[in-house]
């Protein structure tokens, strides 16, 4: 294990200690269980995911990785598994790097083990040399970034020109309120999630204040493209959008509903008949309907 943080140091921040001691009442889970618990994906699943980003990269797994954001370290092992020679499993929770990847890892991995090491650390420092990454891989773990361009930019300086960037994470269309973001992040998380998940039922605990973010699709790609990434992708997968709901959608002549109807038709016309208008990598067809409300994009750092 390599550690870029002292864990001491990390510890301080809450959403960190959180989450750390609610892994260290969780070890007694079998690793498919904490994959289960801490992903919300089983293995199956997971090697699901990685078979579509394959898809959608050219089966582009290759050379030294990095998982930015690892947790349990699950889809760093099924990287392995497809391809690449190694991979970084950096993670900010001491208590997954510590404990949980390497019993995953050698849970799914067996002798080849040691092809993914745990790395306690931020994606916002990472303490590799610049131009020395073939292959980065994000999954639910950008939107904790507190400042996305950072975050990109550091990311884009570690790779290699042509290396490649796949991230699955949330995005929110450019229409919703910032009234709405600040409602979805002052939640606070029931006690049965907090007991399932092993925090301190006691506790008050925001969304916010668990280092969660909602990023919408305009400040996603802003700071993309300011770090000068190509975008090969970026698909967003929404949920079907039937006729019925179009039609009472396009009736409506409420007018903070129109961009709503502008985007049901868009998506209808994509998921149906294959026809993209003007916004043609944020649509799908619904192949891959299990990843409804995830946006998936393959980025490239130019040669």
């Known amino acids: ?63 030294t990785g990095i998982e930015l954001g690892a947790g349990t370290g699950i889809f760093s092992t099924i990287l392995v598994e497809n391809g690449l020679k190694n991979i970084y499993a950096l993670e900010i929770v001491p208590a997954f790097t510590e404990y949980v990847i390497p019993v995953v890892t050698k849970h799914y991995l067996k002798e080849n083990s040691n092809t993914v090491i745990p790395v306690l650390g931020s994606f916002d420092d990472i303490h590799l040399p610049n131009d020395s990454i073939d292959f980065a891989f994000e999954y639910d773990a950008f939107h904790h970034s507190n400042d996305l361009s950072i975050t990109f930019n550091e990311i884009y300086k570690k790779l290699r020109p042509g290396g490649i960037l796949i991230m699955v994470d949330r995005c929110h269309l450019d229409v919703i309120t910032d009234e709405a973001i600040d409602k979805l992040l002052e939640k606070t998380y029931t006690k049965d999630f907090l007991t399932a998940h092993g925090y301190d039922e006691n506790i008050i605990l925001t969304r916010r204040e668990n280092g969660e973010h909602e990023y919408r699709k305009s400040e996603w790609l802003d700071s993309i493209y300011s770090a000068g990434f190509d975008v090969k992708v970026f698909r967003t997968f929404y949920p079907k959008v039937n006729l019925k709901q179009l039609y009472w959608y396009l009736l409506s002549k409420i007018k903070s509903s129109g961009e709503r109807g502008r985007s049901l038709m868009k998506i209808y016309l994509a998921q149906n008949f294959g026809i993209y208008l003007s916004d043609p990598y944020t649509l799908t067809s619904m192949k891959e309907s299990i990843f409804i409300g995830k946006t998936i994009a393959v980025l490239e750092k130019p040669k």
């Open 1 to 63: 294990m390599l550690e870029w943080i002292e864990s001491e140091k990390l510890l301080h921040l809450n959403e960190v200690k959180h989450r750390n001691d609610a892994i260290i009442n969780s070890l007694r889970l079998s690793p498919g269980e904490m994959i289960k618990k801490w992903t919300y994906l089983d293995y199956n699943k997971a090697k699901e995911l990685i078979a579509l980003l394959k898809h959608y990269s050219n089966g582009y797994f290759e050379g």
